[in-house]
Nanobody
Framework: VQLQASGGGLVQAGGSLTLSCAAS??????MGWYRQVPGKERELVAL???????KYANYVQGRFNIYRDDAKNTLYLEMTSLKLEDIAVYHC?????????????WGRGTQVTVSS
């Protein structure tokens, strides 16, 4: 299954963005959003299992919301109250519950830039 993230862009601090991850096939599995800053390892942002149970990294808890539309084979990440620290390339992938260990290959991510 191919995954394509989109929806990134430039937003002011405190603003919002919603990312989408379109899959070429069924996504009825645990899926997650991950992000990477140059020079650092990719990290888990949010995870959603096939039953709608979610978990978040502490630094996005209460600000980000992961949800999915299995009928459309699409995963979303609603990001609010964005901070400069959220600047990164965001990727989606299948992941292992509850660790978030990525299981699939990485598709193209989408850049999120936050300005002060």
């Amino acid at each position: 299954v191919q995954l394509q993230a989109s929806g990134g862009g430039l937003v002011q601090a405190g603003g919002s963005l919603t990312l989408s991850c379109a899959a070429s096939g069924s996504i009825f599995k645990t899926m997650g959003w991950y992000r990477q800053v140059p020079g650092k390892e990719r990290e888990l942002v949010a995870l959603a299992d096939g039953n709608g149970v979610t978990k978040y990294a502490n630094y996005v808890q209460g600000r980000f919301n992961i949800y999915r539309d299995d009928a459309k084979n699409t995963l979303y990440l609603e990001m609010t109250s964005l901070k400069l620290e959220d600047i990164a390339v965001y990727h989606c992938n299948f992941g292992q519950w509850p660790t978030g260990q990525p299981l699939g290959s990485w598709g193209r991510g989408t850049q999120v830039t936050v300005s002060s």
